[in-house]
């Protein structure tokens, strides 16, 4: 009986408890934006920053990109804006999925999982115009391997909060690995390639 009467009384703790925090969470999911406004924000918040690297490295993606040696494996050209497009908006509704099972139902705000989601984006930005617009080559290879950890990590965090959000940053995963695999094969076939020389003032005679 006494063994009987605990274990209610444990239920019946664990049942406010989890009241206490769904209450939570609707207060400070009450105090922010509606939950589709906040979708569409953090669908958008991924894309703004590629559509930035889009421009800011066409010249140099029509120009000397076209013009090295590149590995067997490299995308065709056309496959990149909507392959890039689909993992921005997928990383995009992985945070919108994390924001849901924190904030919306525990009722705290995911610091860290958005700490390593602004880091990797960061980091994802600088890689483009490190390796596009700089052409330091051997630079951007490195970097790339802290964005590597970066998603990584930020995956772990998006998946602690809410499965699919995990999942839905492996295919980024998976086509940064193959990035720096390209970036790797780029500098291995390319030593002698003349645009990465620094240009030549002319002499005035």
Known sequence: MEAANATAQLIGHAACDAASVCERGSELAAKLLPERVMLVILLLAPLIPGMFVGFMTRDAVLGWYQRVRKPWFTPPDFAFGPIWSSLYLGMGYASFLVYKATVCVNGVLPYTSMALYVMQLALNVAWSLIFFNA???????????????????????????????????????????????????????????????????????
Request: with cysteine; aromatic share 10%.
């Open 135 to 205: 052409m330091w080559w051997r630079a951007a290879l490195v970097e790339i391997a802290v964005l590597w950890l970066a998603i990584a990590a930020c995956a772990a965090a998006f998946a602690s909060a809410d499965a699919s959000a995990g999942a839905l940053m492996l295919p980024y995963l998976a086509f940064v690995t193959l990035a720096a695999g390209l970036n790797a094969e780029i500098i291995r076939m390319n030593r002698d390639f003349s645009d990465k020389a620094k240009p030549r003032t002319k002499k005035i005679n």
